[in-house]
């Protein structure tokens, strides 16, 4: 049992054949966190739980369920039915919901065991994973799979950092700007951001309803597919034929790019190329403006009601004041008290001004354009995705000032677009930087509702650039 190499995918079909026991395979997930502890990838594990499930499960004969005896981790603001629900935040630290969310209750149906919850940007406002609310190692802060000095990435960077670390082969986490794919970008594993509203939300801790969706990470795309099918329902994807794939290239997107993320998307291209992808560069000129007008107007403002809303819902009685005031990370700390919870956005000269009437102009004109732009580029170029580097550089250092506006500015860049049009989005790994050694990634955005399509694509493109090398530590 190599968990160095094995998928999500392989591990369902030797659980079915009878290659493997889920005790077995669940143990050594658990053993591999416990030996992890320095990624601070977890704020629960659930050892006796999973243990139990994984005997259930060996002793059935029903040995069919898709996800039947797998090991899988669920990021810590989605709710799971007998485990604490902290959204990565002190507050919420001893909130045990009664039921699982929807998504995690399909992926039990589907036979999958659950090891624990993992650690995240706190309340998920943020790209670095540097949380001072929960650790199990020395240091604050989720650690790199491949650099425990370096970031995981955010939100969902638990989850990003037990995939890449291969303590498990798949799990879920959560998007609104990036969060599922620039954490599995940067730690060398694959995801999918959904196109909203395909995931039922119920039982997540939200930013933004416009915005937010869970999402599927996991080893390779063919995992990510399997975990979409449990999800969403639907047939099985088989992979595309790259001669029929067309993708486009935006020249904005290829901008503040390090030397390794540049050349490696070059490399990817030019194989892309090679193996019958057309390739052209498209233009979006309004593409940055309609999308400033939309991202924090929309986050900013939709956190305070929704997460009134979604405390309401825990019957903890907490309220949102209640849950600022026991916020750890300063980072999030100036966001909620500066702006969330007065419902303020910054205006002109550094001013704080009414958030509503710029929250309402963005949802009744900003983002139906946006959304109108890309419809019309994908449409009048024939497009199947547009293609970009998921994150403009690899993985930087793990500290307080990772958490920067400059740094979360940086690494939304090239997602965030596409989150707030609400079309689905990949994340594939290419390459391990030439210098960094680092894990980088490739997105491809799709058309609102070319889910399917995306995936097979993606799936093509797993025998293309293959698995990266699993992280060498000591």
């Known amino acids: 049992m190599d968990l160095d190499k094995l998928t999500l995918t392989q591990a369902a079909a030797d659980l079915r054949a009878g290659k493997l026991t889920s005790t077995a395979l669940t143990r050594e997930a658990l053993a591999r966190a416990k030996a992890n502890t320095e990624l601070n990838a977890f704020v629960t594990l659930d050892e006796s739980g999973a243990v139990k499930a994984a ?43 009664k039921a699982d969310a929807p998504v995690v209750a399909k992926l039990r149906a589907a036979g999958a065991i659950i090891i624990g919850k993992t650690s995240m940007h706190e309340l998920a406002f943020g790209i670095s994973g540097y949380n001072t609310a929960f650790k199990t190692g020395a240091e604050f802060g989720v650690r790199n799979a491949y650099d425990r000095a370096l970031i995981a990435g955010g939100s969902s960077s638990g989850t990003g950092a037990a995939i890449g670390a291969r303590i498990v082969a798949g799990g879920l986490g959560t998007d609104t700007g990036g969060s599922v794919r620039v954490p599995a970008a940067l730690n060398g594993c694959a995801s999918l951001r959904p196109t909203v509203g395909r995931y039922p939300q119920a039982g997540i801790a939200p930013i933004s309803h416009t915005r937010d969706t869970a999402g599927p990470m996991a080893a390779t795309m063919a995992d990510v597919e399997l975990l979409d099918r449990v999800i969403a329902g639907g047939e099985a994807v088989a992979p595309a034929d790259l001669k029929q794939v067309r993708i486009g290239l935006v020249r904005s997107m290829l901008t503040n790019l390090d030397a ?35 991202g924090f107007p929309v986050a900013l403002c939709e956190a305070y009601d929704d997460m009134v809303a979604y405390l309401a819902h825990t019957g903890t009685g907490i309220t949102i004041e209640a849950m600022a005031k026991e916020i750890a990370s300063p980072d ?40 109108t732009l890309y419809a019309r580029t994908f449409a009048d170029n024939k497009l199947d995705a547009i293609a970009f580097p998921t994150t403009p550089r690899v993985a930087i250092p793990s500290n307080p000032e990772s958490s920067s506006l400059e740094n979360f500015g940086l690494f939304i860049q090239n997602t965030d677009p596409g989150s707030n049009a609400g079309i689905p989005g990949i994340q594939i790994p290419i390459a391990l930087g030439a210098a960094s050694k680092l894990p980088i990634g490739l997105e491809l955005d799709g058309a609102a509702g070319s889910d399917k399509r995306l995936l097979a694509i993606g799936m093509a493109l797993d025998a293309v650039f293959g698995r990266l090398p699993p992280p060498h530590l000591s």
């Not at 100036?334 to 000269?349: A, E, F, H, N, S």
Request: net charge negative; charged share 25%.
């Open 260 to 294: 390794d993320t540049d050349a490696a998307f070059q490399a990817a291209v030019a194989e892309m190329k090679a193996r019958g992808v057309t390739v052209v560069e498209i233009v979006m000129p309004e593409l940055a403006e309609l999308n400033g007008q939309v």
């Open 332 to 371: 999030v700390k100036g966001t909620y008290d500066g702006l969330v919870i007065p419902r303020k956005l910054p205006g002109p000269d550094n001013t704080l001004v009414d958030a509503r009437p710029i929250y309402d102009a963005a949802i009744r004109i900003a983002r139906p354009a946006l959304q």
């Open 55 to 97: 005997a259930a499960f060996d002793a059935t004969s029903d040995k069919a369920k898709p996800l039947g005896g797998v090991p899988i981790v669920i990021k810590d603001n989605i709710e799971v039915a007998g485990l604490p629900c902290s959204a990565g935040t002190p507050a919420l630290k001893d909130y045990v919901p």
